[in-house]
């Protein structure tokens, strides 16, 4: 179905409007016989004047039409939208025209709008069915190229192409109201920072404003294409809106805010991280000049352990080096005691010779002789032993006295000491008696000390020769 016709002599014919547009009555086309030979705008196949159900006025092809004409399958729905969209537009005071096409055919507007002077058109789409993105986006540019404004509408429900043409949804009144935009009109608000949805304009408010300019299509600004619409979906996203230019002004301000705001954050964020940067360099700097003067210190420690090391290896080589001159002096000390000991010792047998010599030089043969028989005698006659003496005569082992021998089983054994020195008692063998001449001689030997009295065997022999005697 259509509103539109071309008529034989009139031209374009609108069953929207009571004159059809050009002065000519409905009553004219519809009904009359012969048939009035009106053809379709779009396909010029013949159409026919009728009126719906609901005395809608409207044109229909005449059977056998062509199956792709673009008015063959709108719906009721569509040609009533469509009727009320010429309805607003005449009532704010602009021409409408229902299913214009462009001269060249590249565009067929469902309606158009003019100004009086013509200047200004304005084309009202109704898409009710679905369209790509790409397809409308091309239909809105070739309204564009021929300097005509477009504003898509939709009753949809979900329509994908809302915000990125301009574009409306609107809602069918209820009883006694009227048709209201519910989508696709928002105002910013400074306070707010964002766009809010208008949600109940109405149709032929929101057509006076495109027409006088007072709501134009805007391209949202990147960071408000977030717009708050209320429940149930609260948020949905836009790039293109229609609004006043009063709320783009107020979009502009709130931007210049926020890019002073972002500028003023990213500056303060660019000082903190030299700051960070500063305060890392100089923590790094603090850690290496901790680092130098641990490693300062511990080279110094090192330095310290090792000159203790060597103050206490020279300590240890000095105590050596005196442990060894001690020693030597020690040795050169005993060596020097043993040699004064030696010397001692000769010097003190030395004495003892002397004092030997001297004892026995107080005895004449004849004395040594009467000693000799004293000893020997009594035991000859007791026990018919025979003592013998040493040939040697006076030996230093038995204190310068000499050794007195009696038989054994196997040779001899010491049977006494016959007239030791008085110096040199001390060598004489522990076990035997000794023999002196005289009590005298006897008190010589035991006044020392050096000798047991009762070991000491005296006679009764004078001290003097008895010349007498001889
Ligand atoms: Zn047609």
Redesign the pocket.
Known sequence: M?FAAIHPEAGRVDATLPDLGCGMSWDAVYKVRPRVALR?P??G?GVHAKVSSRKLRYFA?DPG??DD?V??NESLEHHLLKLELATSIRAVGWHAELEVRAPDGSWRADVLASSHDGNHRVAWEVQLSPITDDDIADRTHRYRRDGIGVCWVSTADRIPWIGSVPSIRVREPEENQSWTVIDGVAGFRYADGAWNLMTDVALVDFIGWVLREKAIVHQVLPRYRRIWRGSPDRYVRRHLIWTSPHSIDEEARHNLMRQRQEEWKRRKQEQERAAAQRRKAEEEARRQEEQRQREEREAAERAMREQRWAEQRRQWELQAEQDRLRREAEERHRQEQAQAAEEERLRQEQREQQAAHHWWAEVSAAQDQQLRTAVADPVWKKEAIRLTFDDHGPTAECGYGIPIYRPARWGTQLYGVLRPSPASLHRVPHSVPVFVRNAREAQLLTESGAIEPDRVIHFDLPDYEQLSLI
Request: hydrophobic content about 35%.
């Open positions: 259509a379709c779009a396909c196949h092809h039409r062509p004409c008015w063959l």
